[in-house]
């Protein structure tokens, strides 16, 4: 089992920076991949960025590549989502995922089933 809480959200302006982090704790003897995720009111939730493993390959939404990077702190068992450019559609309620077998697959980037969650925490860009 892994715990996974997200920190960093608020509220700002449009083209604002924001930073998120995701806290891993449980079992983290084993390295996962992480993923960001965030939904709207009234909206599908949506992939917005992962970084695998081992840290060579990331992955983000076409909405967002350009403006927000992930990263990881293995040592500290940490995920961070710098978000640059913030724009009102941006906002939303950010969940930190990990696939429960520890590996990420774009094949399987939009399951959730398999994959532990965070509790979210929000986003609000106004304009």
């Known amino acids: 089992q892994v715990e996974l809480v997200e920190s960093g959200g608020g509220s700002v302006q449009a083209g604002d920076s924001l930073r998120l982090s995701c806290a891993a704790s449980?079992?983290?003897?084993?390295?996962?991949?992480m993923g960001w995720y965030r939904q709207a009111p009234g909206k599908e939730r949506e992939f917005v960025a992962a970084i695998a493993r081992t840290t060579i390959y990331t992955y983000y939404s076409d909405s967002v590549k350009g403006r927000f990077t992930i990263s990881r702190d293995s040592a500290k068992n940490t995920v961070h989502l710098q978000m640059n450019s913030l724009k009102p559609e941006d906002t939303a309620v950010y969940y930190c995922?990990?696939?429960?077998?520890?590996?990420?697959?774009?094949?399987?980037?939009?399951?959730?089933?398999?994959?532990?969650w965070g509790p979210g925490t929000q986003v609000t860009v106004s304009s």
């Open positions: 995922a990990a696939p429960r077998n520890s590996f990420w697959s774009e094949r399987n980037r939009d399951l959730y089933d398999d994959k532990y």
């Open positions: 449980g079992r983290t003897s084993t390295n996962y991949a």
